[in-house]
């Protein structure tokens, strides 16, 4: 299954990261920039040895999202069926240790989103084998590696200086009841795809090459996005039933993602320029008083209908709600409804990509309730903009009493790598 073309130093360092040398390998290796994959004689995963995009396809499962650009592959992408979310903890206190893994990192990543194996050593029968092996025949299923780092990754490794300001651990926030065991993390890395396999060979990957230098602090499975990115996408429906993305931006909506979420010339770290920040919330729904209650009062909770999607003033799904309309003396769209209070109208014009999952645990054993909901991503060009948003709903959203926050981390997502440039040498500078 492999080809041998890496030399003594690459086997040792991609199969089972032995650091020392195989800095020199991979840097080696970046200089091919997208090129690196024949450089390092990567193995193609699908069974006709081609990729759709190759064919020109856009259709999954065999379409390919490219690794590289401007912007990281995962946040303005259309959002796949799938998402395994893992946040790690940096246990090393070795700069170079991290760095080659998150060099380490960035080939695997670009091999995997291509549909093959991680880089492979000489197949040896005395090593482990380099890639786990369950995504083989498997196609690229749209696969996207998305990394951010969090707010006290920049407190070591002399990367002080590389820090945005912006980034601050997320404050405490009115209805929380986080439970520190699914809370924040040094890095993260967001893997969606199609396919769930696919998704999790890509985690399982990455958290098998990073041994010894970070460890998983929680990770989250996610399915059935809650929310549309594109224009293409119809509108999906959360665990509650009802359809979530109507009025997110969209990718091709270029000037909002430039305002709302796309960090730009106003940060104190230009490195950042085309990154974003990324909050995760994990939100469980208190599903079963949600199940018993009435179908208007589901309806006055979120200010839209359940079947159509539209807003309670209007009959379409993308009518646009008119917050001022009153009925009978009363608001149509009650004042405590979750689209008022989310709105921009509400709130001084901010906006965020929203890029979420259902999420099911199976269930709370201490109630025999299901523990399952919405597992909340966000994208901004500033956190603030979540805080600002959140503080209204943990006290005033009506949707508070069906939901529990039980998660929360916040991470930078750098921009896109260009040809010839990794993870590590990206957060490092050079
Ligand atoms: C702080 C941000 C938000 C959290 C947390 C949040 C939780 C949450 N939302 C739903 C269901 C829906 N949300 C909808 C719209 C919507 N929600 C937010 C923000 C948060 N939601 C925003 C910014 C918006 C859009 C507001 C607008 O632009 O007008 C909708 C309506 C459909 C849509 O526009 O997407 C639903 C439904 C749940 C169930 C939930 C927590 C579990
Ligand atoms: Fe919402």
């Given at each position: ?6 030399g003594?130093t690459r086997r040792?360092?991609?199969g089972?990261?032995g650091?020392a040398g195989?800095?020199?390998g991979?840097?080696a290796a970046?200089?091919?920039?997208s090129?690196?994959?024949a450089v ?15 064919a020109g396809a ?8 490219p ?11 259309p959002?796949q069926?799938?998402?395994?979310f ?9 700069a170079g240790a991290?760095?080659d893994v998150l060099d380490?990192w960035t080939i ?7 549909g093959?194996?991680?880089?492979a050593?000489d197949?040896?029968p ?5 890639d ?9 299923a ?5 990394i951010?780092?969090g707010?006290?990754l ?11 300001s912006a ?5 405490p926030?009115?209805?929380d009841?986080l439970?520190?065991a699914r809370?924040g993390?040094d890095?993260c ?5 199609d ?5 999790f ?13 970070v460890?998983l602090r929680?990770?989250?499975?996610g399915?059935?996005?809650t929310?549309?990115?594109?224009t293409g ?8 039933g009802?359809k ?6 969209r990718a091709?909506d ?10 730009g ?6 490195w950042?320029?085309?990154?974003s ?11 079963e008083a949600?199940?018993r209650?009435?179908?208007?009062e ?6 839209r209908?359940?079947v ?9 799904e ?5 917050f001022s309309?009153v ?10 409804a979750?689209?008022r209070?989310a ?15 259902s ?6 054993l201490s109630t025999?309730e299901l523990?399952?909901?919405?597992f909340?991503i ?5 956190p603030a903009t979540?805080?600002?948003?959140q503080?209204?709903l943990?006290?005033q959203d009506?949707l ?7 998660g929360?981390?916040l991470?930078?997502c750098?921009?896109g790598?260009?040809?010839g440039?990794?993870?590590g040498r990206?957060?490092?500078g050079?």
């Amino acid at each position: 299954m492999t080809e041998a073309s890496g030399g003594v130093t690459r086997r040792r360092f991609l199969g089972g990261l032995g650091l020392a040398g195989g800095g020199l390998g991979i840097a080696a290796a970046f200089t091919g920039g997208s090129a690196a994959g024949a450089v390092l004689g990567l193995v193609d995963r699908s069974p006709d040895g081609r990729s759709e995009q190759a064919a020109g396809a856009v259709s999954t499962p065999g379409r390919v999202v490219p690794f590289r650009g401007r912007h990281q592959a995962g946040i303005i992408t259309p959002a796949q069926d799938r998402l395994v979310f893992g946040a790690f903890d940096v246990v090393t206190d070795s700069a170079g240790a991290l760095r080659d893994v998150l060099d380490a990192w960035t080939i695997a990543a670009e091999a995997m989103t291509q549909g093959r194996s991680v880089p492979a050593d000489d197949g040896s029968p005395q090593a482990p084998p380099t890639d786990t092996g369950e995504a083989l025949g498997l196609p690229p299923a749209a696969l996207t590696v998305t990394i951010g780092y969090g707010p006290r990754l920049f407190a070591r490794f002399g990367l002080a200086t590389r820090r945005p300001s912006a980034l601050a651990e997320l404050p405490p926030l009115p209805g929380d009841r986080l439970d520190p065991a699914r809370c924040g993390g040094d890095i993260c890395i967001q893997a969606c795809s199609d396919d769930p396999q696919v998704a999790f060979h890509a985690v399982r990957n990455v958290t098998r090459l990073g041994r010894g230098v970070v460890v998983l602090r929680w990770l989250q499975l996610g399915f059935g996005r809650t929310s549309s990115t594109t224009t293409g996408q119809q509108t999906p429906r959360n665990l509650m039933g009802f359809k979530d993305g109507t009025r997110n931006l969209r990718a091709d909506d270029t000037a909002a993602l430039d305002r709302h979420v796309w960090i730009g010339t106003e940060t104190d770290q230009p490195w950042l320029i085309g990154g974003s920040y990324l909050v995760a919330r994990r939100i469980r729904m208190l599903i079963e008083a949600w199940d018993r209650a009435s179908l208007s009062e589901q309806e006055r909770v979120i200010g839209r209908r359940k079947v159509s999607g539209a807003p309670l003033t209007g009959s379409r799904e993308y009518d646009p709600p008119d917050f001022s309309a009153v009925r009978a003396g009363e608001l149509v769209i009650p004042s405590d409804a979750h689209i008022r209070l989310a709105s921009p109208e509400h709130n001084a014009g901010r906006r965020m990509l929203r890029r979420g999952y259902s999420y099911t645990d199976g269930i709370d054993l201490s109630t025999g309730e299901l523990d399952a909901g919405l597992f909340f991503i966000s994208f901004h060009k500033d956190p603030a903009t979540f805080i600002a948003v959140q503080r209204i709903l943990g006290t005033q959203d009506a949707l508070r009493e069906y939901i529990v926050h039980t998660g929360s981390a916040l991470f930078v997502c750098p921009p896109g790598l260009q040809d010839g440039e990794s993870w590590g040498r990206q957060l490092f500078g050079a």
